[in-house]
C-alpha cells in the first residue's frame, strides 16, 4: 500500500513544523525519519495516520485520504509509550483492537502474542511485564487486526541499548514474514540503518527532506550484524548526513 506525500507543510500556531515535504512510500517498504529533535518526523506520521491535517499539500494512502484508510483499518499505529490498559491482561489488552475494529478473525491475539516470545505471559498484566514486553504487547496490538501500514513513533526509545537491539531484531523478523508498508521514527542512526530500506532525514524545524539514503544491505539483518564492516559503513553515511542536514539549518 503506497503513501504518497505531496509538498505537505504543517504549522501549528506560530511554529512551523514541516515545509513543503514530499516522498513517496512504495508498498511493502520500510521506511525510517530521522532528524534532530522537533524536525517534524511525529508530525508526518500523525499526518500519515490521520490524526493530524496537513496546513498544505496532501497525504494520499493508496489513492484515498489517511483517515478513510484508517476507518478501513489499515493502519495500525505504535507510540514510544505502550498505550495498555492496567486493567486487561496482555491477550486482552490486543484483543481490545478487534473490539475497536470489528475485524474477527483477522489475526489470533494469543497466537501472536505466542510468536512474539509471549507465550507463557498472555495472562499476566502490564504492570507484570518488563519494558521490552510491554512494547512487544503494544505492536501486537497494533498489528493484530492486520493492517497494511504499520507507523511506528520510537517503540523503542525508554529502552535500554541491549533491549533495544534485541527490539530491532525481533522487530525486523517478524515485519520480514510480512509485506507491510513501515514508518518508523527513531533518534538512533543504528537502528535507522539496520532496519530501514530507505532513511529519510530531515532537517531542524522547519522539517524539509534533506535526503534519502537507500540502505543496501543483504537481510536478515541480526545484531551480530551490526560490528560488520558494511554496516558500519552504512551507518556512517547516514550520520554524516545528518550531519549535514543541521549544519544546514543553523
Known amino acids: 500500500m503506497t503513501i504518497e506525500f505531496s509538498r505537505v507543510s504543517k504549522q501549528f500556531g506560530e511554529v512551523e513544523a514541516l515545509d513543503d515535504v514530499s516522498l513517496t512510500i512504495d508498498d511493502g517498504e520500510f521506511v525510517t525519519l530521522i532528524g534532530p529533535s522537533g524536525c517534524g518526523k511525529t508530525t508526518m506520521l500523525r499526518i500519515a495516520a490521520g490524526l493530524e491535517e496537513p496546513s498544505a ?93 504499520l507507523l511506528l513513533d520510537e517503540p523503542f526509545g525508554a529502552l535500554d541499548e541491549l533491549t533495544r537491539e534485541s527490539m530491532g531484531e525481533w522487530l525486523g523478523g517478524v515485519l520480514s514474514r510480512s509485506s507491510k508498508t513501515v514508518i518508523f521514527v527513531t533518534h538512533s542512526v543504528e537502528e535507522a540503518t539496520i532496519l530501514s530500506d530507505r532513511v529519510v532525514v530531515l532537517s531542524a524545524r522547519p522539517g524539509r527532506i534533506s535526503e534519502v539514503i537507500e540502505i543496501a544491505l543483504p537481510r536478515p539483518r541480526s545484531r551480530a550484524f551490526r560490528t560488520d564492516d558494511n554496516f558500519l559503513r552504512e551507518v556512517a553515511r547516514v550520520r554524516s548526513s545528518l550531519y549535514r542536514a543541521v549544519e544546514l539549518s543553523n
Open 57 to 149: 499539500g496532501s497525504v494520499a494512502v493508496n489513492g484515498d485520504t489517511p483517515r478513510n484508510a484508517c476507518r478501513e483499518h489499515q493502519i495500525g499505529v505504535a507510540f514510544q509509550r505502550p498505550a495498555l490498559l492496567a486493567s486487561r491482561t496482555a491477550l486482552r489488552n490486543v484483543g481490545m483492537t478487534l473490539e475497536i475494529t470489528g475485524r474477527d478473525g483477522a489475526l489470533s491475539p494469543g497466537d501472536l502474542l505466542t510468536d512474539f516470545g509471549l507465550g507463557e505471559f498472555h495472562h499476566h498484566y502490564p504492570h507484570q511485564l518488563s519494558g521490552g514486553m510491554q512494547q512487544r504487547v503494544n505492536i501486537a496490538a497494533a498489528l493484530v487486526h492486520d493492517p497494511a501500514i
